[in-house]
């Protein structure tokens, strides 16, 4: 299924202000432009950023990719991400390229790994290595969209390990970790930690689209993105979706 340039041109860039540690949309600037989850707890990793807000043609997107089985999408929207990694500058300087890996039962349910689609273009783009099994989601996690906030962090913790065949070819290196969406960063978190511990340098995180969490929307926003998603054929529960792992 090719990806028409009406779609392309519908992708919205995330808005500033938005932190810039973690990529959320800011209703005001934050204090050293960050927002509050970030002040309270500083990730581990050193940036993220998102080509799009998750919503319209890139929400439906990314749902025919990782639902409906259009594998196809992968490499177009990845080469659309690599593009995008290229000018921004908090992404530089990467040494390999990492992708938020499935579960394997996840895997061979699905039969792909989206987030693996997405990252092949941007490291043949980049010109880096691509490590597939640099990261080893070990825990059969519960899917992030069913959970709360608090619940995602702990859903994720201690999921991933980096496998002994590759720890190696991660120490002292800068790793670029790439996934489809990003709403809390709990995953993304998690990754990175996992990565740091391995012996990695900075990590960094690139994503197709950047989610708002609930608790950073400003009033009344969760009523316009719920009227947004029923327009759209996705409501609350579809804005949600993209968070299953």
Known sequence: MPLCGRCRLGFAPVPAPFCLRC??????PGAAGLCRACRDRAPPFAAARALALFEGPVRTAVHRLKFEGHRDLGPALGRMLAAFVRVAP?????DLVVPVPLHAAR????????ALLLAAPVAESLALPLLPTGLERTVPTAPQSALGVRQRWANVAGAFTVPAQDAGRLRGKSVL?????????????????TLRRA????????TLARATPPEARPPGAAEDA??????GGGGRQGAVRE???
Not at 23 to 28: G, H, K, R
Not at 107 to 114: I, Y
Not at 177 to 193: I, K, N, P, Y
Request: glycine share 14%.
């Open 23 to 28: 990529a959320c949309p800011l209703a005001a």
């Open 90 to 94: 908090a992404l530089g300087g990467a």
């Open 107 to 114: 895997q061979r349910e699905r039969g792909f790994n989206p």
């Open 177 to 193: 970790l790439v996934d489809d969406v990003m709403t809390s960063g709990a995953t993304a978190a998690e990754c990175a930690r």
């Open 199 to 206: 012996g990695a340098g900075r990590v960094a995180v690139a």
């Open 226 to 231: 719920m009227r947004s998603g029923a327009a």
């Open 243 to 245: 968070a299953r792992p």
